[in-house]
């Protein structure tokens, strides 16, 4: 039985009180860098606001005993380098972007708890066997530049100089000079690309409302959802709304009506963790008096399961195209985006669960439907992801708010597993 951070249980008050204080300290201050004269954080990659932010978190993990480095993209990392220095690193962290008008605790909760973390397991158990580092992830939303998970992607080597040359934000500010202007760039600073890492944890907020739902403060991501995107076009005939017959319409819109429908119906019988939207419908010509000719649409579906997810969508492509034919619609359809589910690893979402155990804390399996910089680093390492509870599953929005003993809840439970894999020694998966 491995050791525990808590000698005693009567201390768990006593830790939470900590963590709590120290969590909400560097997330009020993150929440002064960035702000939006319009409401809310806008931390966009390479920005001024961003650039402050880094310096900041790098000034404050040197004052704390976590040596601070910059990679050559940006990324910032805090290490408590291990007494075995050939033994790959234990990595916490998330992502230092917002989206436009976001809030205080994506992303940054996932920075914070970490710091918290290592501090912590720093001053109480002195060096770890293993290096732990805690990263800031320059960028994950894509909210500047159309490319996501910069950050995490130029580590694992799924993303390099090659992705962004050319790419320019809506200003027409080049992505390499955007990056050159904070004084990053290729060969400036430590290579991003890493092959030494033997583990990635990542905290972060649920963005969704099923733990507050369930009265349950820790999520244990089972797996990050796998998605497919649909573009839909059906053809009809645009007419005059006064003088056409209903029966001798070709109504599109009242045909995508019935696909809509139908896509409920089916997402809804076929239950968790399946999910189906509709979230772009564009009708022409839309205009009162004219029954609708044209209607393109999307469908994004997400499912953990990948085998689920291709035979829903080949039963949208079968469905939708027998209600079009027989309302004498045509239909095109593609899949133009596909992402495959991330399942995170058994052996530390085990280990989650027994830290959780033992503190006693409510928690849940579960999903992510969101996309998120563990899925990146799945690729090199075994990782786990938990989630802390967001009020009304609200996120990407000033409205974020996450209970602070919540989020002194889930900055335990990782520096608990941090704990044991950096110091107990305890195998890595
Ligand atoms: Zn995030």
């Known amino acids: 039985m491995a050791r525990s951070v808590l000698s005693h249980?009567?201390?768990?008050?006593?830790?939470?009180?900590?963590?709590?204080?120290?969590?909400?300290?560097?997330?009020?201050?993150?929440?002064?860098?960035?702000?939006?004269?319009?409401?809310?954080?806008?931390?966009?990659?390479?920005?001024?606001?961003?650039?402050?932010t880094q310096r900041a978190l790098a000034l404050k993990m040197d004052g704390f005993g976590l040596k601070a480095e910059f990679d050559e993209v940006g990324n910032l990392f805090g290490k408590l380098p291990g007494e075995d220095a050939s033994a790959p690193s234990v990595l916490t962290g998330s992502h230092i972007d917002t989206v436009i008008q976001g809030g205080m605790y994506d992303g940054a909760y996932g920075i914070a708890a970490g710091i918290a973390a290592l501090v912590y397991l720093r001053r109480q158990f002195g060096q770890p066997?293993?290096?732990?580092?805690?990263?800031?992830?320059?960028?994950?939303?894509?909210?500047?530049?159309?490319?996501?998970?910069?950050?995490?992607?130029?580590?694992?080597?799924?993303?390099?100089?090659?992705?962004?040359?050319?790419?320019?934000?809506?200003?027409?500010?080049?992505?390499?000079?955007?990056m050159s202007s904070c004084g990053f760039g290729e060969g400036v600073g430590r290579k991003s690309r890493r092959s030494d890492i033997g583990a990635f944890i990542e905290a972060h907020i649920e963005q969704g409302a099923v733990l507050e739902t369930e009265g349950a403060v820790i999520g244990v991501v089972e797996a990050i959802a796998g998605q497919r995107r649909l573009q839909f076009e059906v053809l009809g005939e645009a007419n005059h709304a006064g003088t056409t017959p209903m029966r001798l319409r070709k109504d599109a819109l009242e045909g995508v009506s019935s696909m809509m429908q139908a896509l409920r119906k089916e997402a809804v019988r076929l239950g968790d963790p399946l999910v189906a939207t509709v979230g772009r419908l564009q009708v022409q010509p839309n205009v009162p008096n004219v029954v609708p000719g044209k209607v393109?649409?999307?469908?994004?579906?997400?499912?953990?399961?990948?085998?689920?997810?291709?035979?829903?969508?080949?039963?949208?492509?079968?469905?939708?195209?027998?209600?079009?034919?027989?309302?004498?619609?045509?239909?095109?359809?593609?899949?133009?985006?596909?992402?495959?589910?991330?399942?995170?690893?058994?052996?530390?979402?085990?280990?989650?669960?027994?830290?959780?155990?033992?503190?006693?804390?409510?928690?849940?399996?579960?999903?992510?439907?969101?996309g998120h910089d563990a899925q990146m680093f799945a690729h090199i390492c075994p990782t786990a992801m938990l989630f802390v509870p967001s009020r009304r599953g609200i996120s990407h929005s000033p409205e974020e708010y996450t209970k602070p003993r919540d989020l002194a809840a889930g900055a335990l439970v990782l520096t608990e597993l941090l704990y044991r894999l950096g110091y107990e020694g305890e195998g890595l998966p």
């Not at 300290?25 to 402050?52: F, H, K, M, P, V």
């Not at 790419?167 to 390499?176: E, I, N």
């Not at 080949?314 to 027998?322: A, K, P």
Request: include cysteine; glycine fraction near 8%.
């Open 296 to 370: 393109s649409f999307t469908v994004d579906a997400r499912h953990v399961d990948e085998q689920a997810l291709d035979s829903f969508c080949e039963w949208v492509m079968r469905t939708f195209t027998e209600l079009a034919d027989a309302r004498q619609l045509t239909i095109q359809g593609t899949v133009w985006f596909q992402e495959a589910p991330v399942p995170m690893n058994d052996e530390l979402k085990r280990q989650m669960d027994e830290v959780i155990c033992s503190l006693s804390v409510p928690s849940k399996r579960m999903v992510s439907g969101a």
């Open 9 to 52: 249980p009567q201390e768990k008050e006593r830790l939470l009180d900590y963590f709590e204080s120290f969590v909400m300290q560097i997330l009020n201050e993150l929440a002064t860098y960035g702000t939006d004269e319009q409401g809310g954080i806008s931390r966009l990659l390479y920005s001024d606001g961003w650039l402050e």
């Open 129 to 178: 066997k293993r290096t732990l580092e805690v990263v800031s992830l320059c960028e994950e939303e894509g909210s500047r530049f159309p490319v996501a998970y910069w950050g995490s992607g130029s580590i694992v080597g799924k993303r390099d100089f090659g992705h962004v040359a050319g790419l320019r934000d809506t200003r027409g500010v080049t992505f390499t000079d955007a």
